[in-house]
């Protein structure tokens, strides 16, 4: 495995391989990262783990300065799954110059849940990824399902650009109680994090409801009370057509339709988002 920190040396990394895939990530990596590595390796024969904080999609008031950098633990994770490239530009490196050139999504995808809570937010996702794209040009790309808005906006930004990149979408990996891993739970304390179950615990008992008959906008009003009596701060618990998160799905669960149920939400100040996918 070897590190490379420049567009350059990443490219003479790569010159000679006969299939890329690409594992974009801001580091402190988890389990979660891991499965979508040892996932790439399935596919292509060379395997590239990005890590970089890409300061364009974080808002003044979030946590860009704070984020965990822990390049050497991360390092030794993806040697131990088998990643023949680790790419970890320094901001220079990745944007040589003010990066005034950006990728927007359409409002449809790009305004909505995370879009409006996080304004600007997927505008910077897109710019970083189209930028890691054009670095490393591989032909298989690895996303995790946690981040269902996320990967349904990559989905489609590949779509409509004409990008020779297959969209791979990898199982979200859970702890041993259904909390969804993510980077941002090392920020919980021990009973924040023995409460953040249950943002999962939502969500799941949002699918059942709705799939026992219980119209969606009751099903998403009884989600909101349970998280806020339970001493949360929710942004949305809702359920939206899977294939487009449609704000107008319909209001009673239809069997055969895919649906998802998503939700954010803050414990103590650790904002935390998941979903759980259904039929």
Known sequence: MILVHTVDDLRSSLSKAKSVA????????????????????????LVVTSIFVNRLQFAPHE??????RTLEQDRAKLE?????????????????????FKVHPGADLGDILEGEFR?????????????LFNCVQPQFAFFGKKDYQQLSIIKSMVSQMAL?????????RREVDGLAMSSRNGYLNPAQRAEAVHLYLALCQMRESFKSGVTKEHVEQEALSYLISR?????????????????????????????VAL????VGETRLIDNVQFN
């Not at 690409?22 to 024969?45: F, I, Q, S, W, Y």
């Not at 001493?231 to 649906?259: T, V």
Request: aromatic share 10%.
């Open 119 to 131: 304004p600007g937010f997927f505008t910077g996702v897109c710019t970083v990824v189209s930028k």
């Open 164 to 172: 020779p990149i297959e969209i791979v979408q990898v199982q979200t």
């Open 231 to 259: 001493g949360w701060r929710p942004d949305y618990m809702c359920i939206r057509l899977a294939q487009d998160l449609s704000l107008n799905p319909p209001e009673n669960y239809s069997p055969g339709i895919d649906f």
């Open 263 to 266: 939700a954010a939400a803050k």
């Open 63 to 68: 946590d860009f300065d704070s984020y965990p």
């Open 80 to 100: 131990s799954v088998g990643c023949d490239v680790i790419f970890a530009p320094s901001e220079r490196a990745l944007y040589p110059v003010p990066q005034t």
């Open 22 to 45: 690409l594992v974009p990530t801001m580091g402190n990596l988890h389990a979660g990262h891991l499965d979508l590595v040892e996932n790439a390796k399935a596919r292509a024969e």
